[in-house]
């Protein structure tokens, strides 16, 4: 059984900074597309950032490139976001998800993942 476990979430400052984990048991991250999207109260989901399984490129939506990051530790079965600069509007549950379908980087902001994790709040308020 695949299990996806978002982590790291919680009450920051504007500006301030937070790193997502998503954790996955039953299913090797490595190698397979993982996505991180976001939905904000009264908002639909939203992809913010991927990695391709193609060739492990990653996508940003706009308003985060440039603040977010997106990295893998394979040996931890583990992908990451680190989030920097946060802003108010980024407020949201944020979701990791993958899939064992190919996805390339211009998919993979796409909602195309079979496996989702249940969710962590980040809350950026001053």
């Known amino acids: 059984q695949v299990q996806i476990v978002e982590s790291g979430g919680g009450l920051v400052q504007p500006g301030e900074s937070l790193r997502l984990s998503c954790v996955a048991s039953?299913?090797?991250?490595?190698?397979?597309?993982v996505g991180w999207f976001r939905q904000a109260p009264g908002k639909e989901r939203e992809g913010i950032s991927c990695?391709?399984?193609?060739?492990?490129?990653?996508n940003y939506l706009d308003s985060v490139k440039g603040r977010f990051t997106i990295s893998r530790d394979n040996a931890k079965n583990t992908v990451y976001l680190q989030m920097n600069n946060l802003k108010p509007e980024d407020t949201a549950v944020y979701y990791c998800?993958?899939?064992?379908?190919?996805?390339?980087?211009?998919?993979?902001?796409?909602?195309?993942?079979?496996?989702w994790g249940q969710g962590t709040q980040v809350t950026v308020s001053s």
């Open positions: 998800a993958t899939t064992s379908d190919w996805l390339s980087r211009s998919f993979c902001l796409g909602n195309h993942y079979k496996y």
């Open positions: 990695i391709s399984n193609y060739d492990d490129s990653a």
């Open positions: 039953g299913f090797t991250l490595d190698g397979h597309a």
